[in-house]
């Protein structure tokens, strides 16, 4: 059973470029969320797409997007990019489905490894 | 605002002791509580969670318990093993999102 998989692993971007990181869900899995985790921090909840459409958002600007598609993977785009943009991004995939969790019925969040994004 | 604390960034513990990572929140509204684990260039792994109409839950050598007045959790290990080796994050839930504190690095020696 795959678990969460992200692509790229590593980037490197220049200020003011775009970029586009993926995410494909653990299977079984229709809910992905967006964390951005800075170094020596814990991550921070950027957004999550449920059915296609943008459920909740954290304290990001619009200058960070993304997109579900019908088979539940997602992309993240940042645009503009600033220096500090520059962090380990990670997906989460989870479902909403009760009782599919490993948590007597909580549906908690499984993370992929991540992309690590710099911004020279 | 910093709504989940973890105020030891590290700890170091001897092999077969226990460890004990403590976290602090400030939201009485979150309605469930994890820890993850984290080895380098992996992404968090779930290790336990408890509801916060629970004040303890157990799997294995890891219990978490969780004291609402207070609005603290902790993580025991016991024993704790040199593999437990790893950044351990608390987070709470107010349902959709996970809210992460900064991060206990354990290293236990062996």
């Known amino acids: 059973d795959a678990g969460v998989t992200q692509s790229p692993t590593h980037l490197i971007k220049t200020r003011g470029q775009q970029v586009t990181l993926r995410c494909s869900p653990k299977s079984g899995h229709d809910t992905v969320s967006w964390y951005q985790q800075a170094l020596g921090q814990g991550p921070q909840f950027i957004f999550q797409y449920y059915e296609e459409e943008e459920r909740q958002r954290g304290n990001f600007p619009d200058r960070f997007s993304g997109h579900q598609f019908p088979n539940y993977s997602s992309e993240l785009n940042v645009n503009a990019l600033l220096l500090g943009d520059s962090a380990l991004y990670l997906c989460?995939?989870?479902?909403?489905?009760f009782g599919t969790g490993t948590s007597g019925g909580y549906n908690e969040q499984f993370f992929g490894p991540g992309t690590r994004l710099t911004v020279l | 605002d910093q709504q989940v604390k973890q105020n030891s960034p590290s700890l170091s513990v001897q092999e077969g002791r226990i460890s004990i990572l403590n976290c602090d929140y400030t939201n009485s509204m979150f309605d469930y509580f994890l820890w993850y684990k984290k080895y380098p260039a992996e992404g968090p792994t779930f290790l336990i969670s408890i509801s916060s109409i629970k004040d303890k839950n157990e799997d294995g050598r890891f219990t978490v318990f969780l004291n609402k007045s207070a609005k603290h959790l902790s993580l025991h290990i016991v024993p704790s093993q040199p593999g437990d080796s790893a950044v351990y994050f608390c987070?709470?839930?107010?349902?959709?999102?996970?809210?992460f504190g900064t991060g206990t690095r354990l290293k236990v020696l062996a």
């Open positions: 987070a709470a839930t107010p349902a959709y999102k996970y809210i």
């Open positions: 989460a995939s989870s479902s909403q489905v």
